[in-house]
């Protein structure tokens, strides 16, 4: 089944996070620009594609215990409140030809005013980012969570990178966990 939501339209916003919950298989298609408060939850079975000028603003995506999800030809801008994407628990996941970014003065405005572009944590595995654009941005992205979720971590994380661009980040391009 595919949606397509067009942000102009009343009520896309709406629309848009109960297309992406759940688990029933769909494409969703994103036109124009989505912008919310609050994270969007993806659910497992969906591919969500970038159409014209296909954005997410402001609450970015969260991705926790899913799996077969496609994200791709879209742009995340300013998400305040966590990161623009962030992947826990959750297999099968490519996250493809997407612009990634917060704004253009963040170096200069310090590490805590955005969270992260991409966060993969918690067991996460086979995962798939490529051909995506991380840019302006203070933390690029943090692969794995930390030394007291080590456990959490073991055996999992195996997640390819492949032909992506980073530019005018702050800190970590790739922020692995110690071991």
Known sequence: MTTTITADASGASAAFAAAITGTVPRVIIVEGEVARTGRLRVGSNKSIIGGRNGTIGSGGM?????????????????????????????????????????????IKNGPDLYDGLLDIIRGSNWI?????????????????????LRNVDSGTLKISFSHNHWKNLGEYTRRLPRH
């Open 62 to 106: 969260q991705i926790t215990s899913g799996t077969n999800i496609i994200i791709r030809n879209l742009r995340f801008l300013g998400v305040v409140g966590g990161d623009c994407i962030t992947v826990q628990n959750t297999t099968r996941v490519w996250i493809d030809h997407n612009d990634l970014s917060s704004n253009p003065n963040i």
């Open 128 to 148: 798939t980012v490529s051909w995506n654009y991380f840019h302006d941005h203070y933390k690029g992205s943090l692969n794995g969570n930390s030394d007291t």
